[in-house]
């Protein structure tokens, strides 16, 4: 298996805190109020809430149902730390293993956030990340993050 690691880094006007809580703690109930037309339902499939719980999260793409599978790999509410993988569903390329996002915030610029994400992509064999999925990817990963936080604003 290979492994491949992406860093990225931005900015957010929402508090850590805040971020923290609807994106680690609250991302059941705050997406679906974020992208009310995309966000079918939430269910954990296996666990308890907590590291290796599984989750099956279903939405709307192109007029169709899909779902993906999202694992809770880490909870640090102590240092704002959140890790993930999406180990299944339509999120999950052919190629891969798992792909797993793990993120920390921390005071940003104008009492907002900084997030820092690495993105660990374990593929099948040795073959690296196709990059247009990649690309694709980080997309709809920026669309539901700005869609969350715009939630947040208006929301407070």
Request: charged letters at 25%.
């Amino acid at each position: 298996m290979g492994v491949f690691t992406f860093e990225d880094q931005t900015t957010s006007p929402v508090a850590p805190a805040t971020l923290y809580k609807a994106v680690a703690k609250d991302a059941d109930t705050i997406f679906p109020k974020a992208l009310p037309d995309s966000f079918k339902s939430v269910e954990i499939v296996e666990g308890n809430g907590g590291p290796g719980t599984i989750k099956k999260i279903s939405f709307v793409e192109d007029g169709e149902t899909k779902f993906v599978l999202h694992k809770i790999e880490s909870i640090d509410e102590a240092n704002l730390g959140y890790s993930y993988s999406i180990v299944g569903g339509v999120a999950l390329p052919e190629t891969a293993e798992k792909i797993t996002f793990d993120s920390k915030l921390s005071d940003g610029p104008n009492g907002g956030s900084l997030i820092k994400l690495s993105i660990t992509y374990h593929s099948k064999g040795d073959a690296p990340p196709n990059e247009d999925e990649l690309k694709a990817g980080k997309a709809k990963s920026d669309s539901l993050f700005k869609a969350v936080e715009a939630y947040l604003l208006a929301n407070p």
